[in-house]
Nanobody, 129 residues
Framework: RLQLLESGGDSVQSGGSLILSCVAS???????????MVWFRQGPGKKREGVAG???????VYADSVKGRFVASQDNAKKTLYLRMNNLAPEDTAMYIC????????????????????WGQGTQVTVSS
């Protein structure tokens, strides 16, 4: 089964930057390797929301709340999804969770219209003011 392992979470001050990584290993149930990967986040007392991701073909997608501050990228050879987060603010404090799916596009996963089938455990990001 496809497994996703996140890393890079940390505690930073407002205005700081972090880079998160998500490494995929194993195989999807169907054996299809053409899956898209995305980042979700869930802050304290908040609903989970899509943040950013990369389509299998390579196009990045972003939620409006992070456009211009976060950059999603992917290294297909390393099966790794990255999220560079700049100008972090306290409202970015959350557990950041990597997800993937073969049938869902990254855009539909980020906007919540398609639920991914594979999830990581998350990495915590805490931003202090």
């Amino acid at each position: 089964r496809l497994q996703l392992l996140e890393s890079g979470g940390d505690s930073v001050q407002s205005g700081g930057s972090l880079i998160l990584s998500c490494v995929a290993s194993g195989r999807t149930v169907s054996g299809d390797e053409a899956y898209s990967m995305v980042w979700f986040r869930q802050g304290p007392g908040k609903k989970r929301e899509g943040v950013a991701g990369v389509e299998y073909q390579g196009q990045p997608v972003y939620a409006d709340s992070v456009k211009g501050r976060f950059v999603a990228s992917q290294d297909n050879a390393k099966k790794t999804l990255y999220l560079r987060m700049n100008n972090l603010a306290p409202e970015d404090t959350a557990m950041y969770i990597c997800a993937a799916d073969v049938l869902c596009s990254a855009a539909k996963m980020v906007d919540g219209s398609c639920i991914p089938g594979y999830w990581g455990q998350g990495t915590q990001v805490t931003v202090s003011s």
